[in-house]
């Protein structure tokens, strides 16, 4: 599923379709050398080298630090490296599309096959691009064919989005949520 394919202005993010098997909740750190095999919701705190074999989605409260290599699409609602830090401290390498959402802010440097910035957006660190890799390019096709068990809906305030991912991962597999921001 395209997380833009609608509408530009509105992100919206099906965290079972996108393969978003992981997740970092609130309060919750992690450092080290890390690889995820399936896509990442971060709400806590992540530091160190880091591969993610999926999407990576760093949410509100979510901060991100170090060398990080996603070889899907990232959606930043947190942070990309500490508020006073230099970019070095945080290198984003993602091999398809940056999303930097309203409210986000990177420090660290990114490096892309595109960025996308929404109004709102802090962005203090250096970004480049690059020519995306085809075979990701067919797998977001292929993630797009697919239909989602309910109609998408827009969430009203991030109240209703928190509530939705914490009951997306406090019980086994369930529903499919959409949401948008």
């Known amino acids: 599923m395209d997380a833009l394919k609608n509408n530009p202005d509105v992100l919206t993010l099906d965290p079972l379709a996108m393969g978003i098997e992981h997740r970092v ?89 595109s960025v996308m910035l929404y109004h709102g957006a802090d962005l203090r660190g250096p970004v480049s691009t690059f020519k995306q890799d085809p075979r990701l390019h067919q797998q977001q096709v292929d993630a797009s064919e697919e239909q989602p068990i309910e109609q998408p809906r827009e969430a009203q305030d991030r109240v209703e989005i928190h509530d939705e991912l914490d009951q997306l991962f406090s019980r086994g597999r369930p529903r499919t949520p959409v949401f948008s921001r």
């Open 25 to 113: 909740g609130p309060g919750g750190r992690l450092e080290g050398l890390l690889e995820f095999d399936e896509g990442l919701l971060v709400q806590g705190s992540l530091s160190g080298e880091i591969i993610v074999r999926g999407h990576l989605i760093i949410w509100d409260d979510g901060l991100v630090k170090g060398r990080v290599v996603v070889h899907g699409n990232t959606y930043v609602f947190g942070r990309i490296g500490e508020t006073f830090e230099s970019s070095e401290h945080a290198r984003l390498e993602c091999h398809g599309r940056v999303c930097i959402a309203n409210g986000a802010i990177s420090t660290g440097s990114i490096h892309a096959a």
